[in-house]
């Protein structure tokens, strides 16, 4: 049967098992939620059946009716099995479950134990942050993350363009920032609630991503080379369809970034019913899908299986999902022992229809946080991976910027392993001499038409100097970050940062208004202020002096090893802040907002004391320093978590399959278990699966199979074909 007749059957059989999901309490309390799989017929019947609970419909699709209860008390369980008993009674209904939740995966914590602990998670950290490559000498290049390379997808035998081959990529995630310059190259489309195939699939405008992970799994799969931020698996244009079912929050802790099952089942009858219109309107270029889900939680639905199931069927899809970042977790064994050698599931990567995908460093090592059980199919790089960054999800007005040196050789980049965020700077590319003036509080003459270098000295005044300074875990400008001060603190493991300056990315400017809190009587915009009033051309901004009050550690009352261990990690963290204080109510902004702002890169401590070095020793030999600084349009941050790991091996998957299109998708699914390098111990295993994914071996191996004749050189264009002698 061709393509388009099995959309039509599988069309079908979605009518034909229409879900009744009723709401026992507000959406936001999980657990509380059936799903009810009866006739088409019988919907009329359990609508009118379900009213009688006083639970009202608030979306409904062919497939899909949705409901909520008017009432706001929570059932205990028992009564949520009488429900279902009640509801298995009514006439045409074939099943009937509980409603499971299902998060976003975000990581979890990776700064936790000892002092020995924290100190090798940060050695592992800058060894692989240091394995993405600079694709050019430019101040802020193009970089390829150390998993592209890990996993093959840098072999010349692979296409490099999966837009004009039949291939859709369906991400279901938190949305996607679609004007990011990385992914314009892209054919990007969304759910719509306009599209006549299940809009109730698509809870949210799909062009907006409030949290950052969408847009940093649509990098990681098909961000363009393009001479600016980073590559992704697929080098060249793809075809991306994205369904958001995430909003303004998600992590791995209770009650944020939740969906539920039932969620997940409209969200993928959205991506099948996109599919389907093209496989109608593009006859040719046999369409298939691979769905990528950075998603899920424990416990199974026998109902969301049946879609997954009844999908793999038509030959067309594969899915692939993050195995959950719970590798902690403790699973009991049959004789009531705790174990964490293996995990529980994670669904729906966990059902057997589901590439399910665990995270590995750049050195294959599984990554602390990878859930390990018997579901795990294949691993990818999953921590600490560059990536694209949301808009929405950043410092305001955030740039890439960076700078570079020939001599000494000297490279701080924003989207790169030494990396800073400042928002809000000018934009441009100015090449010249060092000026070191200080923390800008007198005049400096030689910074006219050079780079004005300043430590930010932010100039604090005690709330209550009589109290001694409390740990707050972060900068003593309160809500630095987010009203534009400044701040240190990175990007680092998580979505902000981890270790005990990240928490104080996330403070605001209410906090700042606390009368006992430290205060900032200088903002970043005043160090851009003087810059600009000595005629310089550009900036470089370092963070402030360790004893400066801003970053309200108390040194001074930790033991040696803890103040040594505090130190060494101030004097590492970039600077994350905005030249907008506007939340803060500075005065600098207003004035300065309205001029030419100077291009800035922001400097570590120990990056400032490199270039310092750098500027006295060429004035010891009487010679100049020079450097190039460049700020554009741009957001980039590493994250850790199998959600990174899995769109690497969404991207392969694409990339290998849209060559041969008349390889059904087992076959496909075959190709990159059987040729998956082995991690662990031989043969598959719980914590890697078959290995970590290679693209190029897949390719050959797929390329050995009889469906791969004939047509499959079709599908390439007329470079590539010449690139492989076809």
């Not at 699939?201 to 098909?222: E, K, S």
């Not at 699966?689 to 050189?713: D, I, N, T």
Request: hydrophobic letters at 35%; glycine letters at 10%; aromatic letters at 6%.
């Amino acid at each position: 049967m061709g393509a388009a007749g099995r959309t039509i059957t599988y069309r079908q059989h979605c009518l034909a098992v229409t879900l009744l999901v009723l709401s026992i309490v507000s959406s936001q309390v999980y657990g509380q939620r059936i799903i009810i799989k009866h006739t088409p017929d019988a919907a009329a019947v359990v609508v009118k059946q379900a009213s009688k609970l006083q639970l009202l419909p608030v979306a409904q699709t062919p497939g899909f009716t949705v409901l909520r209860s008017q009432r706001r008390t929570q059932l205990q369980s028992g009564q949520v099995d009488r429900l279902l008993e009640r509801a298995r009674s009514w006439r045409g209904v074939q099943y009937a479950e509980q409603d499971l939740p299902r998060y976003m995966h975000f990581p979890t914590e990776q700064q936790q134990g000892s002092n020995t602990a924290k100190a090798a998670a940060q050695q592992q950290q800058a060894d692989c942050k240091e394995r993405s490559i600079p694709l050019s000498d430019s101040p802020v290049p193009e970089y390829q993350p150390y998993g592209i390379a890990q996993i093959q997808a840098t072999s010349s035998k692979l296409t490099n363009r999966t837009d004009d081959k039949g291939m859709l990529i369906c991400i279901i995630d938190s949305g996607l920032d679609a004007g990011h310059p990385d992914l314009r190259g892209d054919a990007l489309d969304g759910c719509k609630f306009e599209d006549t195939f299940a809009p109730a699939g698509c809870p949210f405008n799909w062009t907006q991503d409030l949290v950052g992970h969408g847009t940093h799994v649509a990098g990681t799969i098909a961000a363009q080379r393009n001479g600016q931020g980073v590559v992704g698996v697929i080098p060249g244009p793809a075809e991306l369809y994205i369904v958001r079912v995430f909003n303004d929050s998600g992590d791995v802790n209770q009650g944020q970034g939740l969906v539920y099952g039932s969620t997940v089942i409209l969200a993928f009858t959205q991506c099948e019913g996109r599919l389907a219109s093209l496989q109608v309107a593009h006859p040719e270029k046999q369409y298939r899908m691979v769905v990528s889900m950075s998603l899920g939680a424990p416990g199974p639905l026998t109902i969301e299986r049946m879609y997954f199931r009844e999908a793999i069927k038509r030959g067309d899809i594969l899915f692939v999902a993050s195995s959950g970042n719970n590798g902690s977790a403790a699973t009991m064994l049959t004789d009531g022992e705790l174990t964490t050698a293996v995990n529980p599931g994670n669904y729906p990567g966990s059902y057997p229809e589901v590439i399910a995908v665990s995270a590995v460093d750049c050195n294959n090592k599984l990554a602390p946080f990878s859930q390990k059980n018997p579901s795990v199919d294949l691993a990818a790089p999953g921590l600490y991976t560059l990536s694209t960054a949301s808009r929405d999800d950043v410092l305001p007005g955030t740039m890439a910027s960076g700078f570079f040196s020939a001599k000494p050789q000297i490279r701080v980049q924003s989207a790169g392993p030494r990396s800073s965020q400042l928002g809000s700077s000018g934009v441009g590319k100015f090449t010249g001499k060092v000026a070191d003036c200080g923390t800008g509080s007198a005049p400096c003459p030689e910074a006219k038409n050079s780079i004005c270098m300043v430590q930010f000295d932010p100039q604090i005044k005690q709330g209550n100097p009589s109290e001694p300074p409390s740990f707050r875990g972060g900068p003593a400008t309160a809500g630095a970050a987010a009203s534009g001060s400044g701040a240190a603190g990175g990007v680092s493991s998580t979505q902000t940062g981890s270790g005990p300056l990240a928490a104080q990315q996330q403070r605001t400017a209410q906090d700042s208004a606390d009368a006992d809190a430290p205060k900032p009587t200088r903002f970043l915009c005043d160090a851009m202020e003087f810059c600009m009033r000595q005629g310089a051309k550009a900036m470089l901004v370092a963070n402030p002096a360790i004893r400066s009050g801003f970053y309200d550690v108390p040194l001074d009352f930790m033991d040696a090893e803890e103040r040594a261990f505090v130190t060494s990690e101030i004097v590492e963290t970039p600077v994350f802040g905005t030249f907008d204080c506007s939340d803060a109510q500075c005065a600098c902004w207003s004035r300065v907002r309205a001029t030419a702002r100077l291009p800035a890169a922001g400097l570590s401590l120990k990056q400032y004391d490199e270039v310092r070095a750098a500027v006295a020793a060429a004035k010891r030999a009487r010679q100049q320093y020079v450097g190039t600084v460049e700020s554009k349009v741009g957001a980039y941050k590493y994250m850790s978590g199998t959600s990174m790991a899995a769109p690497h091996v969404t991207g392969a998957i694409a990339r290998v399959w849209a060559v041969y299109p008349n390889c059904p998708a087992n076959i496909v699914r075959e190709a990159f278990e059987q040729t998956a390098k082995d991690l662990g111990p031989k043969g598959r295993d719980v914590q890697f699966g078959f290995g970590l994914v290679q693209a190029e071996a897949a390719f050959e191996y797929l390329a050995r199979q009889p469906c791969a004749k004939g047509p499959a050189a079709g599908a390439l264009d007329a470079d590539e074909r010449t690139q492989r002698g076809q």
